[in-house]
C-alpha cells in the first residue's frame, strides 16, 4: 500500500506539474517563432513597398515634367538653341534627394524624324537615336494623344536597362499630332535610390523584371551581369539571392504594360535572433522549474503521504472495532487537524450510541402528535364552510366529504359516499366532469371552472374547484374544495349583454356619424369644385386672391369637420394615420393667410418665424397637421384682444444619419391667459376653464382635447405655459419626423399647370349629386376630354355599354343602385369589362367594402376631390397634348450647348475632364458643404467665360441648394452636371 500510494504521488507531480510546463513552454516557444516570422514578413513587406513607392515617385516626376513641357504649343518651331536650352534643363533636373530624371530628351517628329536631342547625347545622329529609341513603339503609342512608356530594354554595351517614355505635342486648335517629347530613362538613378534605402534596413533590395532578370540592386555589378533567378520567389523563408535561407517579399510595380517586382529579403537568421533567444530562456526556466518540482514533491512525499498512512491504519482499527487508540500526528497544519478531531470523535463515539437511543424516543413523542395533528385535521375538514370532497383517482368514487358538501348538494353523508364523481354532476356534462378528473389525477394541484354541479332535488348550480393529489395506504387521492360561483356567473353574463348592448350603439353612432358626414360634405363639395372652375375663369388678381382665400378657407373647413366627426374614433383607437411629404412653409404661410383676417380686424400683430436649416418637406400627416394648428392658433385668436400672436417653427433635435428630426412649433399670444388650476383640465373634452363659462368664449370645448389627440397620434407632445392676463404659450414637439426634399402640390391645375391638355379620350362620370357632375363635367370638358355624365347607376350603365368610354369615375354611395354593385355589373360584361375605373366617396368604410371586393379599380378617391390626385390617376390612363402642363425646356438647355464656339468647348472639355469629374469623383457622395460652394463659384465663372448658359443655371443651382443644406437637391444638381459634361464631349465629336 505504502509503495502503490507513493507512486502514484510523484506520477501525479509529473503529469501535473512537469507536464503543463513543458507544453506552456513549447507554446510560447512555437508562438514565439511564427510572431516573429509574421513581423520579418511584414517588415520585408513595407521595405518592398516603400522602395516600389520611392521607385515610382521618381518616375512620377519625370512624367509630370515631361507632360508639362508637353504642352508647349509652339515646341517644335522653337529654334535649335531655345531647344538646347530647354533639354539642358530637362537633363539637368534633379530631385530633392538629388537624383537625375533625365540622361537624355529627343524631339521627333509624327513620323519617327529626329529633329533635335540634348546635349548628353555624344552624336546626336539619326543613327544613335535609332539604336537607343524604340521608335515604333514611341509612333503607336503615342497615337492615341497619350503619353506611352515602352518596354524595357538593356544597352547592348553596357548591360544597363532602361526604358522610352514618350508624350505627344498636340496642337489644341486642330487637335494634331506636331510633333513627339521623348526620353530614355535609365535605372543608374534607380540603383542609387535602392542602394540609400537598403542603408537603413537590415537585408538586401533589388528589382527583377517579368523575365526574372535583375534590374536594380543596390551592387551595379549584379545588374551589369545579367543576374537571373531561377523562379519567382513566394513570399516567407526562401533561398536567397546569395544561396543562404532569407525572410523574403515583394511588391508589384507597374511601369506602362509590364509589371517588375521589387523584392525585399533579410537572413534568416537576423530576423529571428529574438526567438532563438526566448527559447534559450526557456530551456533555462523549464530546467529550474524541474528542479523546483522535484523537490516540492520530496517535502511533499514527507508532509502529506506518511500521514495518509497513519490515518489509514487508524480507520482500519476502528472499523475492527478498537476505539482506544489515537493517531499520533503532530503537524500545525489541515492533516494535524484531521488527526486531532479523528481522535476527538472516536471519544464522543460511546455517547452516540446513547444519543441515538434518545432519539428513537422523541421519534415516538413525534408519532403520538402526529395523531394529535391528524384529529385536528380531521376537524377543520369536517367544520369547514367550503365542500371538500376526496375521491380515488383509480375508481373516481367518493371516499370522504364533509358537512358543508352535504349541506351544497342536499345528501346524507352516508349517501355521498361511493357516489362516482360524475354522478354530481348534470347528464349533459359527465364527459366534461371524467375528463376534468383525469386530468386533475394526472398532477399534484391545479383548478377547473367553472362546472356545472346538481344537487339531490335536480337544481342546476355552477362552482370553481381548486384541486390537490396525495398518496393514502398506497393509493392516490384527490382532495377538491369546490366553491359556488352562480351568482358571479350571472353576473358576467349581464356584464356581456351589457357590452353586446354598448357595441351596437357604438355601430349605431357610427352609423350616425357616416351619414352626418355624407350629409356635410356634399355642400362643401360643391363649394370646393365651383372655386377650382372659377380658378380658370376669374382674370382679376384680387378677385384670385378671394378665391383662394375661399379654397382655403374650405379645404381648412372640410378637415376640421372630418376631425370632430371622427372624433369618437380618436378616443376608440381606430383613428389613422396617413403619413406623406408635407411641405412646411406652405402648410404655415396657408394657416398664416386663413387667420389674416381675424387678425387685422382686432388689430394684431402676428409673426411667423421659420428657423434656418430647416427641411423643405417632412413626412406627416398634413391633414391631422393643419387641424392642430387651426386649433391651436384659433383659440389665440379668440382669447387675444390686443397686442400680438407668434408662431415659431423650429427643430429641437437632428439626426444626420438617419435623417429625421424633432419638429417644434411653439404659437405664442398675449390673451387672457390660464390659471395654473385650469392647466390640468383644459385638454378634456367638452371642458373650458371657469373664466370662459361666459357667452364671449363660446366652443364645445373640444378643440384642445382633439390637439392632444392628434399629436399623441402624429408620435408627439403638446406643453403648455400660461400666466393669467399675461398671455399663453403652446408648444408641440413631433418626435422623428423623416425629412425630405420632395415637392408638395396641391393642385395641378393652378399656377403654371393650368394648361393641362389631353390629346383624346371619353370619360363617363356616373353621381347622383347635380353640383359634383357639372363641376367634374367642366373640368374634364377643360383638360381636352370628351365627358359623358349619367345621374344615375342605372343609366351610367346603359351608357358604358353604348359609347363604350375610355374611363368611368363611379360615387360610391347613390341611392338604389350604389357604386359597388354598378363596378360588379361593368367588371362582369364582357363588352365593358376591360374599362378602367376610378372610384369617389367622401366614406372610408365605403373604401374599405371596395378594397375587399376583389374588383379591378385603378384609384380610390375622396371627397371633396383632390384635383392634384384627379390628375394623377388621369395620367395614367391619357396622353397629355405636347404643350400640356410643365414645359419642357431641355430643347432650349441643349441649344445653350450647341452654340458654344468649337475653340471654347474644346477648353471646356479639357477643363471638365482634367479638373472638375475628378472632383466629383473623389467624393463619392460624401462632401463639405463649403466645398460644394467653391466648386459652384468655379463653375459660375467657367460658364460666363465660355459662353455656356446651362453650366451658369447649373451653378446657380448648386450654390442655392448648399446655402439651405438641400443634400438631396444637392445630388441631383451634381447629377445634371455630369450629363451636362456627356453633352459637352458628344458636342465636340459631332462638330470633329
Known amino acids: 500500500m505504502r509503495i502503490q500510494l507513493r507512486n502514484r504521488f510523484r506520477v501525479m507531480f509529473l503529469i501535473l506539474a512537469v507536464g503543463p510546463l513543458l507544453i506552456v513552454g513549447l507554446f510560447i516557444g512555437w508562438q514565439s517563432y511564427q510572431s516573429q516570422l509574421i513581423h520579418a514578413l511584414s517588415l520585408q513587406k513595407e521595405i518592398s513597398r516603400g522602395a516600389a513607392v520611392s521607385i515610382q515617385s521618381h518616375f512620377n516626376l519625370a512624367i509630370d515634367l515631361l507632360e508639362h513641357q508637353a504642352t508647349i504649343n509652339d515646341l517644335p518651331n522653337m529654334p535649335v538653341k531655345k531647344l538646347e536650352r530647354i533639354f539642358s534643363f530637362l537633363t539637368n533636373n534633379k530631385t530633392k534627394s538629388g537624383h537625375r530624371l533625365f540622361q537624355s530628351v529627343a524631339l521627333i517628329d509624327e513620323q519617327g524624324i529626329l529633329k533635335t536631342c540634348s546635349a548628353m547625347v555624344f552624336y546626336c545622329s539619326e543613327e544613335y537615336f535609332k539604336r537607343y529609341y524604340d521608335l515604333e513603339a514611341i509612333i503607336s503609342g503615342t497615337r492615341l494623344g497619350q503619353l506611352s512608356i515602352g518596354q524595357l530594354i538593356f544597352d547592348e554595351y553596357s548591360g544597363e536597362p532602361y526604358l522610352t517614355l514618350a508624350i505627344p505635342i498636340i496642337d489644341l486648335q486642330t487637335g494634331l499630332i506636331l510633333g513627339i517629347l521623348t526620353t530614355n530613362i535609365r535605372f543608374k538613378e534607380i540603383w542609387t535610390i535602392i542602394s540609400d534605402i537598403q542603408k537603413k534596413v537590415n537585408g538586401q533590395i533589388y528589382v527583377i523584371d517579368q523575365e526574372r532578370r535583375i534590374v536594380a540592386h543596390a551592387d551595379p555589378t549584379v545588374v551589369l551581369k545579367q543576374t537571373i533567378l531561377d523562379e519567382i520567389k513566394t513570399p516567407g523563408l526562401q533561398k536567397g539571392l546569395n544561396g543562404e535561407w532569407v525572410i523574403m517579399n515583394q511588391t508589384a510595380w507597374n511601369v506602362g504594360n509590364q509589371t517588375l517586382h ?4 533579410q537572413s534568416f537568421q537576423d530576423a529571428m535572433s529574438l526567438s532563438f533567444r526566448i527559447l534559450v530562456y526557456l530551456a533555462g526556466a523549464i530546467f529550474a522549474g524541474l528542479l523546483s518540482v522535484l523537490a516540492f514533491a520530496l517535502i511533499a512525499e514527507r508532509r502529506f503521504v506518511q ?15 478498537n476505539l482506544r487508540g489515537t493517531i499520533a500526528i503532530d503537524q500545525n497544519d489541515e492533516l494535524g487537524d484531521l488527526a486531532r478531531i479523528v481522535n476527538e470523535m472516536t471519544e464522543n463515539l460511546s455517547g452516540m450510541v446513547t444519543r441515538l437511543q434518545e432519539t428513537i424516543q422523541v421519534n415516538n413523542e413525534a408519532f403520538d402528535a402526529l395523531s394529535v395533528s391528524e384529529n385536528r385535521f380531521k376537524a377543520v375538514f369536517d367544520n369547514a364552510r367550503d365542500s371538500i370532497i376526496i375521491a380515488d383517482t383509480k375508481t373516481r368514487k367518493i371516499i370522504s366529504v364533509n358537512e358543508a358538501s352535504c349541506e351544497m348538494f342536499g345528501f346524507d353523508e352516508t349517501e355521498m359516499l361511493g357516489m362516482s364523481i360524475e354522478s354530481i354532476h348534470p347528464e349533459s356534462a359527465h364527459e366534461q366532469a371524467i375528463s376534468a378528473f383525469e386530468q386533475i389525477a394526472s398532477r399534484s394541484v391545479g383548478s377547473i371552472g367553472p362546472l356545472p354541479m346538481k344537487r339531490k332535488d335536480g337544481g342546476i348550480f355552477f362552482s370553481d374547484i381548486n384541486t390537490s393529489t396525495f398518496i393514502q395506504e398506497g393509493r392516490k387521492m384527490v382532495i377538491s374544495l369546490l366553491r359556488d360561483v352562480t351568482q358571479q356567473k350571472m353576473t358576467e353574463q ?40 372659377l380658378e380658370g375663369i376669374l382674370k382679376d388678381e384680387k378677385q384670385k386672391r378671394h378665391l383662394a382665400s375661399i379654397k382655403t378657407a374650405g379645404r381648412n373647413l372640410l378637415t376640421i369637420i372630418n376631425d370632430i366627426l371622427d372624433l369618437s374614433k380618436i378616443e376608440a383607437g381606430m383613428m389613422t394615420i396617413t403619413p406623406q411629404p408635407t411641405d412646411l412653409k406652405s402648410i404655415f404661410n396657408d394657416i398664416k393667410r386663413l387667420f389674416e383676417g381675424q387678425v387685422e380686424e382686432k388689430g394684431l400683430t402676428f409673426e411667423l418665424e421659420f428657423q434656418e436649416g430647416l427641411p423643405k418637406a417632412v413626412i406627416t400627416d398634413s391633414t391631422r397637421l393643419r387641424q392642430i394648428l387651426i386649433n391651436l392658433l384659433g383659440n389665440a385668436v379668440k382669447y387675444t384682444d390686443k397686442g400680438f400672436i407668434n408662431m415659431k417653427v423650429g427643430k429641437t433635435a437632428f439626426d444626420q444619419e438617419l435623417n429625421t428630426l ?5 404659437i405664442e399670444d398675449s390673451g387672457i391667459g390660464i390659471p395654473q388650476h385650469d392647466l390640468d383640465i383644459i385638454f378634456e373634452s367638452f371642458r373650458q376653464q371657469d373664466a370662459q363659462s361666459n357667452r364671449k368664449f363660446e366652443g364645445t370645448g373640444l378643440g384642445l382635447s382633439i390637439c392632444k389627440k392628434l399629436v399623441e397620434l402624429l408620435n408627439g407632445v403638446i406643453l403648455v405655459e400660461s400666466t393669467v392676463g399675461e398671455g399663453s404659450r403652446f408648444e408641440v414637439i413631433l418626435h422623428n419626423l423623416q425629412s425630405t426634399s420632395q415637392a408638395v402640390e396641391e393642385s395641378l391645375l393652378s399656377s403654371n399647370d393650368s394648361n393641362i391638355n389631353y390629346n383624346t379620350g371619353t370619360v363617363l362620370t356616373i353621381d347622383d349629386e347635380p353640383s359634383s357632375l357639372y363641376i367634374l363635367d367642366q373640368l374634364l370638358k377643360k383638360m381636352g376630354l370628351r365627358s359623358v355624365i349619367a345621374i344615375n347607376g342605372k343609366d351610367g350603365l346603359n351608357l358604358a355599354g353604348d359609347i363604350n ?15 359597388l354593385k354598378v363596378a360588379a355589373s361593368l367588371k362582369s360584361d364582357a363588352l365593358t369589362q376591360h374599362i378602367p375605373l376610378i372610384a369617389v366617396s367622401n366614406s372610408a368604410d365605403q373604401f374599405e367594402s371596395f378594397r375587399n371586393s376583389n374588383l379591378q379599380i385603378q384609384n380610390l378617391l375622396s371627397k371633396p376631390l383632390n384635383i392634384a390626385k384627379l390628375v394623377e390617376a388621369l395620367d395614367r390612363q391619357f396622353e397629355r397634348a405636347p404643350d400640356s402642363g410643365h414645359i ?14 468649337q475653340t471654347r468647348l474644346l477648353d471646356l472639355n479639357k477643363i471638365i475632364k482634367k479638373k472638375y469629374l475628378p472632383w466629383i469623383q473623389q467624393m463619392k457622395g460624401v462632401f463639405k458643404i463649403n466645398d460644394v460652394k467653391q466648386f459652384s463659384s468655379e463653375l459660375a465663372k467657367v460658364g460666363d467665360d465660355s459662353g455656356c448658359s446651362r453650366l451658369v443655371d447649373c451653378s446657380s443651382r448648386l450654390m442655392q441648394a448648399a446655402k439651405t443644406f438641400d443634400i438631396s437637391a444637392i445630388h441631383n444638381c451634381l447629377s445634371d452636371f455630369q450629363q451636362l459634361a456627356k453633352a459637352l464631349k458628344q458636342q465636340e465629336q459631332n462638330n470633329g
Open 805 to 819: 368610354p375610355d374611363l368611368v369615375i363611379l360615387d360610391i354611395s347613390m341611392p338604389e343602385t350604389d357604386g
Open 262 to 265: 521589387v523584392i525585399a529579403e
Open 662 to 666: 424633432d419638429l417644434s412649433i411653439i
Open 307 to 321: 500521514p495518509v498512512e497513519k490515518l489509514t491504519q487508524f480507520a482500519t482499527n476502528v472499523k475492527n472495532g
Open 888 to 901: 419642357n425646356n431641355q430643347t432650349e438647355k441643349t441649344s445653350d450647348v450647341i452654340e458654344i464656339d
Open 494 to 533: 349581464k356584464l356581456k349583454e351589457a357590452r353586446d348592448s354598448a357595441e351596437a350603439a357604438s355601430k349605431a353612432k357610427s352609423q350616425f356619424l357616416a351619414n352626418i358626414s355624407h350629409e356635410i360634405r356634399t355642400p362643401l363639395n360643391s363649394v370646393i369644385g365651383y372655386s377650382e372652375l
